[in-house]
């Protein structure tokens, strides 16, 4: 055994060099290699290891017994005709097999009635039968059938009734009508489906005249509160299209394991047949009435106004991922509308709709502009990342207030305040990303607030509130700074006689001729519609400052690039994402102040390659040469230049000249 001191002497290895010990680690290629090929033995062995030639049983007087064990579902045309000794009937199949291979054809009538009750065929009206096609085949892609027509709607229906869809399906040649004696459930097979849905009603705020109010007595308000119900309003839709499609490829399937979705539309053998064991059944060809592309949007609410109805039928074939995909994601966005509706809060408060907002995108959206739409929406998420990164970089290095306009950050604050609480009181109509960024863009303008000035809280003797929210300079102002707050002053006077009147003259307006919810939705509409239709004017004394200055070397250029960047993106999104109309015509308004500032860049040139005016530029320079300052030894090389005073490291606006060039 080495001694310690023989082990501390020991040279250490050189860099990059591998120990002769270590052992090289595996790629994880390998490793993800060897874990599949482990989970697929261990599931070979554990297959092996559960086949049974016997399974153990109770008969009718509840002695356990043991029979064969049957691992496959034999063809149906081999069921027999009475159970194996031993065996127990089991009213819930375990596991089921097609009845039915997939290259047949089919017969398919589809009628409408008030009654889940068949009809006999012969004596249902031609009106009421809306699809009736032959030799259709299960599996032959190529083959679609289109039905159009008009249908009378029944008083039932009218009254919140079901409107019921009768399907009959045989195969070519049997007959199809479960009331005759001599239809085969072997070969036909009958089902109903509601054509209509019972959904529940969005709560619709309701409005009135804030100036009419008067007339309306208190008594009147609470009769009008009591008739309303507390729960949700149910309320009977239809759409006009309905999608059936045949899915092909079934297997056999494990039954009580079947995603509820899917057993949702097993249509299981009519007579309860089932094989030896007693434990497996058939089931029919799954039809799919596919509900996914039924927006509510696009529904008609049926009352005794509604006296006929168009009705469209396509009928195809579809895959058999592509089915299962669609009813799981219909299944879950209805059970969590539902849920919303009756008060269960969902996860990140959402109120089911937003699957049928993504819906709602896909069809009524130009497959292009989608396509562009999904493009930029990835852009416009990274544009947003950078244009805040690179306005809190821009803020956190500035080492003055030239050509900053605190009154305008102010503004902000105020504004982006007020869209946050319009878009939340019109939340039923905002998508959450545009909530979420909105809710980051007043946290940076916040902060933008603390890197200007200081917010100090000082008492206010005299005043009705005792302490007041006080801005104060963190330094004295140079002469350039002093300048831009003149020119802020200046600017912020002219916007206050051009924007108050405005301001009272819209507010009037929208008192005298609108309705709102209350006098808090009135006020912070009002606002909004001002920030909207005159926000440009709060970028008004930045540019005002620019051209007093004449410069544009003060501006965070990166983060504006950015912003305007995604201005464009936002005209683009007013197109397809859900928000208010006001947003939607700001997006509009940017615009004008993206090219105005394009044009100042353009008069007043910024040369990089100087520090400038403003004491800003070659700042990655001087922490390049302050890293490498600290890697050199601490004894400088003869000839190296010294740096005395601290005017050569930054200039001011009130030493210009003492600029210098970069090297």
Known sequence: MPEPAAV????????????????????????????????????????????????????????????????????YSERPDRLDEGAVYSSIPQKIAPIWPDNKQVDIIVTISQSVLPTPLKNTPKDLIVLNEQKFGIGNWSDTRTAETTIVVPKSVQNNGTLWGHFYVALTGANIDPTQPDYDPGSAYHFVYPLTQYIPKKKVAKTRSLLGSANTTVEEELEE??????????????????????????????????????????????????????????????????????????????????????????????AKWKFQTMAAIDLSSKEAARQSAFGTPLPGGSDGSEIEMVKEIFIDTNPI????????????????????????????????????????????????????????????????????????????????????????????????????????????????????????????????????????????????????????????????GSVYAYGFLMMVPSLYINYRLKSVAHMPGKAMMYKFLNTFIDDLFAFTIKMPFLHRLATLRDDVIFFIYLYQRWVYKVDYTRVNEFGQGGDDEDEKKEADKKELPPSAPEGSEQVVGSNATKASGSSTGAAKKRK
């Open 8 to 75: 501390a002497r020991r040279p250490a290895a050189a860099p990059g060099a591998r120990p002769e010990d270590e052992v090289p680690t595996e790629s994880w290629f390998i490793k993800i290699g060897k874990m599949v090929f482990m989970y697929v033995a261990m599931q070979f062995v554990m297959r092996q290891l559960t086949v049974r030639t016997t399974t153990e049983v109770k008969d009718a007087e509840g002695n356990t017994v043991k029979v064969a064990a049957v691992n496959t579902v034999p063809p």
């Open 225 to 318: 509160e009591e008739d309303m119900p507390s729960g949700p309003i149910i309320a009977n839709y239809y759409h006009p299209n309905v999608s059936l499609s045949f899915i092909p490829g079934s297997e056999t399937m494990v039954f009580p394991q079947t995603h509820a979705a899917v057993r949702h539309y097993l249509q299981l053998e009519r007579t309860g047949a089932r094989d030896g064991s007693g434990q497996n059944s058939w089931y029919y060809p799954i039809l799919y009435v596919n509900t996914f592309w039924q927006l509510k949007s696009h529904m008609t609410l049926l009352n005794d106004t509604v006296k006929t109805l168009p009705m469209r039928i396509d009928l195809n074939n579809m």
């Open 369 to 528: 502009l989608l396509t562009v739409t999904i493009l930029v929406s990835i852009a416009h998420m990274i544009l947003e990342t950078l244009a805040f990164g690179s306005d809190i970089a821009h803020y956190r290095k500035k080492k003055d207030n030239v050509g900053i306009s605190v009154r305008s950050i102010l503004a902000n604050v105020f504004m982006q305040a007020v869209i946050f609480l319009y878009l939340v009181d019109q939340s039923a109509n905002t998508s959450w990303m545009i909530l979420g960024t909105q809710g980051v863009g007043i946290l940076i303008e916040f902060w933008k607030i603390t890197t200007v000035v200081n917010v100090r809280v000082r008492p206010a003797p005299g005043s009705l509130i005792p302490y007041r929210i006080s801005f104060e300079d963190k330094h004295k102002l140079s002469e350039t700074e002093e300048k831009t707050k003149e020119y802020d002053e200046i600017a912020f006077k002219y916007m206050y006689i051009a924007g108050v009147p405005l301001l009272l003259a819209y507010a009037a307006y929208s008192l005298v001729y609108e309705t709102h919810k209350s006098w808090y939705s009135y006020i912070i509409t009002t606002l909004v």
